[in-house]
Nanobody, 128 residues
């Protein structure tokens, strides 16, 4: 059974820190990218950070979290982490883990399939 298991969410005061973890199991495709997305109430899901699995890992952050959040991965464990520091109320959201095979639009146009799996989400609430 393919699943992503997330943990680490909760309630924290502004300025505080949390660390999210996401472990993949039963995934039948080659995971090339893992990352975090979030969805605040009434808003669309947005990218937070992603990291590739190959080499040193190419990292991408949303501008709103640069300098505060750090993504890291353990390829051997198919696990990705998100260290969140200096949290703000606007960081309040459900955080979702994503794992995919990293196929681009270019690859898809040439017949490759884009495969991905999502976690169930973990709630992060930043409030006094």
């Amino acid at each position: 059974q393919v699943q992503l298991v997330e943990s680490g969410g909760g309630l924290v005061q502004p300025g505080g820190s949390l660390r999210l973890s996401c472990a993949a199991s039963g995934v039948t495709f080659s995971i090339n990218v893992m990352g975090w997305y979030r969805q605040a109430p009434g808003k669309q899901r947005e990218l937070v950070a992603t990291v590739t699995s190959g080499g040193i890992g190419i990292i991408n952050y949303a501008d709103s979290v640069k300098g505060r959040f750090t993504i890291s991965r353990d390829n051997a464990k198919n696990t990705v982490y998100l260290q969140m520091n200096s949290l703000k109320p606007e960081d309040t959201a459900v955080y979702y883990c994503n794992a995919n095979n990293g196929k681009s639009a270019y690859d898809i146009a040439r017949g490759h399939r884009y495969l991905e799996v999502w976690g169930q989400g973990t709630l992060v609430t930043v409030s006094p």
